[in-house]
Nanobody
Framework: QVQLVESGGGLVQAGASLRLSCAAS????????MAWFRQAPGKKREFVAC????????FYADSVKGRFTISRDHARNTVYLQMGNLKPEDTAVYYC????????????????WGQGTQVTVSS
């Protein structure tokens, strides 16, 4: 079991940067594939980025590639999502998720979820 708590969301202007954090408790996050998803109003939750549990290799959705960076601090048991050049279409609730298996881009495969943190980007 692992508990996930996101933080770092807020209201920013287009072009700004923001860093989200996902603190894991319980089992160490190193044993899990960790991911970020987001859900905009009226839309389905979508994959943003994930980190392989075995290699820490990052994978990104095309919509954020080159702007977002996912990383893991093993000592702090925390996963980060550094978001740059934010756009209004990035506005969403961002969720941290974990799964014991290999990387997966679909939310149905993730076993543990945080409560989400709101990111709002104004134009």
């Amino acid at each position: 079991q692992v508990q996930l708590v996101e933080s770092g969301g807020g209201l920013v202007q287009a072009g700004a940067s923001l860093r989200l954090s996902c603190a894991a408790s319980g089992r160490t996050s190193s044993t899990y594939t960790m991911a970020w998803f987001r859900q905009a109003p009226g839309k389905k939750r979508e994959f943003v980025a994930c980190l392989s549990r075995s290699t820490d290799s990052p994978f990104y959705a095309d919509s954020v590639k080159g702007r977002f960076t996912i990383s893991r601090d093993h000592a702090r048991n925390t996963v980060y999502l550094q978001m740059g050049n934010l756009k209004p279409e990035d506005t969403a609730v961002y969720y941290c998720a974990a799964r014991a298996g290999a990387i997966l881009y679909m939310e149905e495969g993730y076993d543990f979820w945080g409560q989400g943190t709101q990111v709002t980007v104004s134009s």
